[in-house]
């Protein structure tokens, strides 16, 4: 899906180109320092991009690695502050995928519904870490557990879902002690960020501190309605440093079908909810952004004693469904330490169960959760050069600190690359090429399925840009319906060499998904 801008917030639970380069869809990145100050109106808060080592007074850095600060609005609109800004947005509230909790009945039975009871779980390896309410540390399923770090205070007092972040910690990691419940990674090494209030300032910075701790797996079992850059560039930086993001469908299929974020975002594994029978579960939502589903109903949970006397419930939940499959791929990559990022991602939703449609649908994604198949099953190649969706991820100095590697060099004239594309996760592709001085450059892509290709000059600054900045920038386009080569070139007739831009993508029209080898040629 294209990025679209930041809609109203609700709490949820849970050079011409040629005629057939059409315009594509969508809306590129503000500019820097252009900011819509009607859309922090009745917000305390807001997010405030600024070049990293800049020093906001008055300010809460949230994400060093994109100099983020979270500040008061008032300080926000203030024009010298503004000067200086990337990027300003509202800091919204977020509510956990909500749950329905009752009284703990039956067994664990998910566990042979995904195959866990075939199979047995590793030591502590990769970490996973919940993003969510508090933990508490004084439950008898955590207060002696090893292989537990606090990335922050924690805190869990009565109401407001305060019992959530306990219940999805138990879920992924509940111990072997012999008392209560047993999650589905029940040595792993589990990572607690208390978001607190949950204002998306809350989750990049535990985003941001849990990558620390270097390359890992991040639950998110919570929403909102609408689109977040600020969050996507943070979950974009995880991702393209090597940690795997998996988020919580929904729970509000019969009140509307929202689309959520972060469950919409790219390259964030999105889990649906099923049923003991294997079956979509009424509440989960549908859409093309889910990957897969796990269990959802009648879930057995550690909760506080405010919660439940016990200290025990059941829940139904996609809440519920995220940390098995957050759980399962942090003990597939254990057992796998080879795998790259975009090998678990696609392994996790691609070795699951078909259920339902055959083939992908929304209810489910690729199927269920299958932890045997996912340890056994062959994986995808790797994807290279994610994530690479705009110029503002391969680009030095943007989201990463190191430009992208580019595919041709002044030292290497010819490269052969193949890729895949994917409509919500991996729409879009972008390279960057060395055309030489007085020389051509020439791309062939050959698709599986129906894709476009676009040469950029090195000017633009989006690929997504339209009207005059597109006739402006855009050097060549091919758009063929079909499976046919897609070819174009552009000559370089200055005295100095420079680099443009290579634009893979799915079109509107085409199909979800596409693999494809692109040959690029230097001539003279």
């Not at 809306?27 to 100050?37: C, E, K, T, W, Y």
């Not at 779980?121 to 870490?129: E, N």
């Not at 019992?163 to 002690?177: D, F, I, L, M």
């Not at 057995?300 to 004693?305: E, G, R, S």
Request: hydrophobic content about 40%.
């Amino acid at each position: 899906m294209r990025r679209v801008g930041v809609s109203a917030a609700a709490v949820l639970l849970l050079v011409c180109p040629p005629a057939a380069a059409a315009a594509k869809p969508g809306v590129a990145r503000s500019d820097p320092g252009v900011v819509d100050l009607m859309a922090l109106r009745g917000h305390a808060y807001a997010l405030i991009e600024v070049p990293k080592g800049t020093d906001v007074r008055g300010g809460t850095l949230i994400s060093r690695r994109l100099g983020i600060w979270r500040v008061p609005t008032r300080l926000a609109e203030h024009i010298a502050l503004r000067a200086h800004a990337r990027a300003i947005e509202p800091d919204r509230v977020l509510a956990p995928q909500r749950s329905a909790l009752e009284p703990l009945a039956g067994f664990e039975w998910w566990r042979a519904a995904i195959g866990v009871d075939r199979v047995t779980p590793p030591p502590a390896g990769k970490r996973v870490t919940v993003i969510d309410t508090g933990l508490d540390t004084t439950h008898p399923e955590f207060a002696s557990r090893p292989n537990t770090t606090l990335l922050n205070p924690q805190s869990t007092p009565p109401g407001e879902e305060e019992e959530h972040g306990t219940a999805v910690s138990s879920v992924v990691a509940a111990p072997e002690n012999g008392v209560g419940v047993v999650g589905i990674y029940p040595e792993a090494a589990l990572g607690e960020w208390d978001s607190g209030s949950l204002f998306v300032s809350d989750v990049i910075a535990g985003i941001d501190r849990a990558l620390n701790a270097g390359p890992g797996v991040i639950n998110m079992s919570f929403g909102f309605d609408g689109y977040d850059a600020m969050l996507a560039d943070e979950i974009d930086v995880a991702f393209g440093t090597g940690t795997l993001l998996v988020a919580a469908a929904g729970n509000d299929f019969l009140e509307g079908n929202a689309e959520h974020s972060p469950a919409s975002l790219h390259h964030v594994l999105t889990v649906a909810a099923t049923d003991a029978a294997n079956h979509s579960s009424s509440f989960s939502n549908r859409s093309l952004a889910v990957d897969l589903a796990a269990p959802g109903e009648n879930i057995p949970l550690a909760v506080p004693t405010w919660a439940s006397p016990s200290g025990y419930a059941a829940g139904d939940g996609t809440s519920f469904s995220a940390p098995l499959v957050a759980g399962a791929a942090a003990w597939v990559w254990t057992r796998r330490p080879d795998l790259d990022v975009t090998q678990l991602f696609d392994l996790m939703r691609w070795s699951a169960t078909d259920i339902g449609a055959t083939g992908f649908d929304e209810d489910t994604g690729w199927g269920l959760l299958n932890v045997p198949a996912a340890l056994s099953t062959t994986a995808p190649a790797v994807d290279p050069h994610e994530p690479n969706e705009d110029i503002d991820e391969i680009v030095a100095g943007k989201l990463f600190k190191a430009a992208d590697v580019p595919l041709t060099s002044p030292g290497r004239a010819r490269a052969t690359l193949d890729a895949r594309l994917d409509v919500t996760e991996d729409p879009e592709d972008v390279y960057r090429l060395w055309l030489p001085a007085r020389r051509r450059v020439v791309v062939r892509v050959a698709p599986t399925d129906d894709v476009d290709v676009e040469l950029w000059d090195a000017s633009t600054r989006s690929v997504l840009v339209t009207g005059s900045a597109r006739r402006r920038h855009l050097l060549a386009g091919s758009g063929k319906r079909g499976r046919g080569v897609e070819v174009v070139a552009a000559r370089n007739r200055g005295g100095r060499g420079k680099y443009v831009f290579l634009d893979v993508y799915l079109p509107e029209h085409g199909g979800s998904s596409a693999g494809y080898r692109a040959t690029i040629t230097t001539t003279h």
